[in-house]
């Protein structure tokens, strides 16, 4: 038989069962904390602008060059220059938007970067890649010709873009992660020959 402490000691324990049996809900906390030490979170950008070399003013369109006649060529400057703190490196190409495919075809396209030619060709085929670090910069000079006198390409007109495009391992591979992409919209109006 049971003594007159256990018989206490059972019936609040039976108390207690039936109370926590019919609560519902309790505003017990469960609180757990492990402390790691010597972790160092860092957050970064990685931006660039593209730049009149001149005035060192943001642009977003290069060529506006109207009435292009055979052998007639057109030269503009774009300064690349890093804004974030990430190095990066870049892609650029030129991507049809609109107009006509034979103005487009029919136009070279020459880029100069710190003095030396990296690309001289067809407009869309124009790709190549570079690097920005520390507080470098990069100046291009794009030269534009007409190197055909066709009499299809009269009047026509040419809308491209320099697309630029950060990126980690290939210039291909889709974004991940921290990237840049700029364009810069551009217009060739052929003339009259």
């Known amino acids: 038989m049971l003594t007159g402490k ?3 000691i059972f019936i609040f324990l039976l108390f207690l069962a039936n109370f926590l049996l019919r609560t519902k809900t309790t505003s017990a906390d469960i609180f757990a904390e492990r402390l790691v030490r010597n972790n160092v979170l860092s957050a970064s950008t990685l931006s660039f602008s593209e730049r009149h070399t001149a005035n060192n003013n943001e642009i977003s369109n290069l060529f506006n060059t109207s009435g292009m006649q055979p052998f007639g060529f057109d030269v ?3 300064r690349l220059k890093k804004e974030g703190k990430l190095d990066f490196r870049y892609h650029l190409k ?8 034979a103005a487009c075809q029919n136009l070279s396209l020459q880029v100069l970067l710190k003095g030396q030619e990296k690309y001289k060709g ?3 085929q124009l790709s190549f890649d570079s690097s920005l670090k520390d507080h470098e910069r990069d100046d291009l000079v794009f030269f534009i010709s007409l190197e055909e006198n066709s009499s299809s390409i009269i009047n026509k007109l040419c809308d491209f873009d320099f697309v630029i495009n950060t990126y980690r391992n290939f210039p291909d591979e889709s974004p991940v992660g921290f990237f840049a992409k700029k364009h810069l919209s551009n217009t060739i109006t052929m003339g009259a020959w």
């Open 76 to 78: 503009k400057a774009v």
């Open 122 to 124: 067809p407009l869309l």
């Open 6 to 8: 256990t018989k206490i």
């Open 94 to 101: 030129a991507v049809k938007s609109g107009s006509d495919d």
